[in-house]
Nanobody, 123 residues
C-alpha cells in the first residue's frame, strides 16, 4: 500500500513558477514509477509527466515539454514537478500517482492516487 500527499499548489501569475511535491509512505516507494496528472473543471484527468523508479526515464505531455520537469528523491520518498512559464491553461487540480511497473501515460495503469493540489494561473 502506498499513500500519496501532494503539496505546493497555489495561485501564480502567467509566466511564473511553482514546484509541486508528492510525499509517499511505504518502504517500496523506490520501486514504483510515479506520475503527475491534472484535471481542469469539466475536463477529463490528463497525463502531465511520469518518471521511472530509478529516475532515469521520464515522459511528458506535449503541452508541458520544455516547461515542466519531473524528478524524484527516493531517499526522501518524494517526487517533484517543477513548473515554469506557467500559462492560464495549466490551471487544474494536480494529482500524484504511483504504479508498480514501468513509466505509463494512461491513468488507468496507476494503482495509487493522492488527493490533489490546486494550481491556478492568472492571466
Amino acid at each position: 500500500q502506498v499513500q500519496l500527499v501532494e503539496s505546493g499548489g497555489g495561485l501564480v501569475q502567467a509566466g511564473g513558477s511553482l514546484r509541486l511535491s508528492c510525499a509517499a509512505s511505504g518502504r517500496t516507494f523506490s520501486t514504483y514509477a510515479m506520475g503527475w496528472f491534472r484535471q481542469a473543471p469539466g475536463k477529463q484527468r490528463e497525463f502531465v509527466a511520469a518518471i521511472s523508479w530509478s529516475g532515469i526515464r521520464t515522459s511528458y505531455a506535449d503541452s508541458v515539454k520544455g516547461r515542466f520537469t519531473i524528478s524524484r528523491d527516493n531517499a526522501k520518498n518524494t517526487v517533484y514537478l517543477q513548473m515554469n512559464s506557467l500559462k492560464p491553461e495549466d490551471t487544474a487540480v494536480y494529482y500524484c500517482a504511483a504504479r508498480n511497473g514501468r513509466v505509463a501515460v494512461n491513468r488507468e495503469e496507476y494503482d495509487y492516487w493522492g488527493q490533489g493540489t490546486q494550481v491556478t494561473v492568472s492571466s
